[in-house]
């Protein structure tokens, strides 16, 4: 409306051949509309500081996204999308990224090892309410040189499908012991599985030792690292393509993984 007022003023002046310079019109303007017209600069929402209560509903930490070009993100799987209205993580604030299957998704500028433990996320709803959520070790630095305490190196592997019960599965060029006596796999759920004999098969949710033979694996989490021979057995260490070979366990939904070695 401002506007159409002014190019109003301006077609209203007298039609003869003295030019009018910007100030000119800008004093003009000034006298018609007193104070300014100024529209105020659009801020970024600013979660407001948590308080003392604990946040209760389930809050998954992802590492590498696959919507935030393998960055962070933090998603709340109980809730709406409209439920969660400003999130923060070690202080800084997330942007909103696409609702997945109807919840909110909260996007980080950095991949998740960046983030210095133990991670504080702070919630805010759209009732108002605000609450934190700390979780992690602190003995879990942050930085891109040390992303995980004891390896110097990482790279992040993108699943090629579901195999075998539905879960993910990742072929990675280069046989296990390529990549040193010790490696840690970190999926986007969070899930964190460490195997201390990169030339054993490893299964299930305590794969440190490697000895727990595929008809107890409860948990589904499969290492295997392409040496040889192929097969199914408990000592056939072999893959077809000749590298690791990795399912993430029942019911993990992780697109990605980060492997960490030296």
Not at 161 to 188: C, D, H, L, M, T
Request: charge should be positive; glycine fraction near 12%; charged fraction near 20%.
């Amino acid at each position: 409306m401002t506007r159409l007022l002014i190019v109003l003023f301006i077609l209203a002046l007298p039609l003869h051949s003295q030019a009018y310079t910007l100030e000119e019109c800008n004093a003009a303007c000034a006298q018609l509309f007193p104070g300014g017209q100024d529209v105020p600069p659009v801020t970024p929402p600013v979660v407001p500081p948590a308080t003392t209560k604990t946040c209760t509903m389930p809050i998954t930490f992802e590492r590498a996204a696959d919507q935030n070009d393998q960055k962070a993100a933090v998603l709340f799987r109980t809730l709406q999308d409209s439920q969660v209205t400003g999130v923060s993580v070690n202080g800084e604030v997330a942007r909103r990224g696409r609702p997945y299957k109807g919840c909110p998704v909260f996007l980080l500028e950095n991949e998740g090892g960046q983030y210095q433990r133990p991670l504080k996320i702070v919630a805010q709803t759209s009732d108002g309410q605000t609450c934190v959520a700390v979780s992690g070790s602190s003995d879990t630095p942050a930085g891109p040189s040390t992303p995980t305490t004891g390896y110097s190196k990482s790279k992040v592997f993108t699943s090629y499908g579901e195999r075998n019960g539905g879960r993910k599965a990742w072929r990675i060029s280069g046989k296990g012991p390529s990549y040193g006596s010790q490696i840690k796999f970190v999926f986007a759920s969070g899930k964190e599985y460490t195997i201390k004999n990169t030339s054993k098969n490893c299964r299930g949710n305590n794969p440190d030792t490697c000895d727990i033979p595929s008809s107890q694996n409860k948990d589904g989490f499969v290492y295997k690292p392409g040496i040889g021979p192929n097969g199914e057995g408990d000592k056939d260490t072999g893959t077809s393509h000749g590298g690791i070979y990795l399912h993430a366990a029942y019911g993990d939904k992780s697109n990605t993984v980060t492997m960490y070695y030296n």
